[in-house]
């Protein structure tokens, strides 16, 4: 399902979802002439359980194009839609609007103090005490790595910590998404540029020191990824399986904190682009998901969490 038939922009990428209650999702992207563009603007839809709503503006910067939006409902209900703006990753300021009634309105934008940028890309995750956990990354023309900022005070405040990297690759890995393991330690899984894998590090102290990261198995084609624990303490991972291109896109599971993954769906395997997805599981047990189709989309899908 493509959650719009025409719209407004010719180009859009990088969704992000939450469930905002029961049943009703809202998803955002960036959208506009091409990526990069001067008009490009935050877009969002909501879905009421039978169809998704008409794309409208939810953020914009005059003159500089918007990326990478990520929303997150916190335990205490706070709604977050962080975003970026400027010309280039390089030169990214990181943005941030809250809502307290699911998303009906809206607070001003706030900029995010220099060295922050919020989520990257994936959704944070939060840990039983309430710390949230974000995973970012820098990227500039020479290195990339990745960092995670975390707040304890449901998002007032927050702190970096890193940077995650691979040693010996300065080109490395950007955009982390996260996962608690059985034991309480923290993983990162990566998208890498250069490597041909999705690299993945660790922390044993709630995300304030990481290990150095390595390659895993999974392929990878410099392209972002996400991953998703759901309610039985599977892991569902969704991600381009090939280390050149942008399809196929696969769905993978794990049943013992990401040592190992099993194939569980192919939702794209034709020759395209299909990628930057994000995946949720909903109060209906289900995996939700969206990701970019060929640029000109962005399009959903749900599916049982468990192998058939």
């Known amino acids: 399902m493509f959650i719009f038939e025409k719209a407004p922009f010719g180009s859009c990428h990088a969704s992000t979802l939450v469930e905002t209650e029961p049943g009703r999702l809202l998803a955002a992207w960036f959208g506009g002439k091409s990526e990069g563009a001067k008009d490009v603007k935050i877009w969002a839809s909501r879905f009421d359980g039978q169809r998704w709503s008409e794309p409208e503006v939810l953020a914009e910067e005059p003159g500089q194009p918007c990326w990478n939006p990520v929303l997150f409902l916190s335990q205490s209900g706070k709604l977050f839609f962080w975003y970026k703006a400027g010309p280039s990753p390089m030169t990214w300021t990181g943005f941030v609007r809250t809502s307290t009634d699911r998303g009906k309105t809206w607070s001003k934008p706030e900029a995010l103090p220099a060295g922050l940028l919020g989520p990257i890309r994936a959704k944070p995750i939060q840990l039983a005490d309430g710390t949230i956990l974000a995973g970012s990354s820098v990227e500039s023309y020479r290195a990339w790595a990745g960092w995670v900022e975390r707040s304890s ?74 991953v998703v624990k759901t309610s039985k303490g599977d892991l569902v991972l969704i991600y381009n399986h090939t280390s050149i291109g942008r399809s196929p896109l696969n769905l993978a599971i794990s049943s013992d904190d990401g040592q190992t ?48």
């Open 153 to 226: 005070d449901d998002g007032k405040t927050w702190q970096r910590f890193g940077p995650i990297n691979v040693p010996g690759h300065p080109y490395g890995l950007i955009q982390p998404t996260l996962f608690v393991t059985k034991d309480q330690r923290i993983v990162a899984l990566c998208r890498s540029r250069d490597l041909g894998k999705i690299c993945q590090a660790e922390s044993k102290d709630g995300g304030q020191t990481w290990s150095p990261a390595k390659p895993t198995e999974l392929p990878n084609p410099n392209s972002g990824i996400d």
């Open 261 to 308: 993954w099993k194939p569980l769906d192919k939702l794209e395997t034709i020759l395209g682009e299909y990628s930057y997805p994000a995946i949720i599981q909903g109060s209906d047990g289900l995996l939700h998901y969206t990701y970019t189709w060929n640029r000109t989309h962005i399009k959903y899908g749900k599916r049982e969490a468990k192998l058939s």
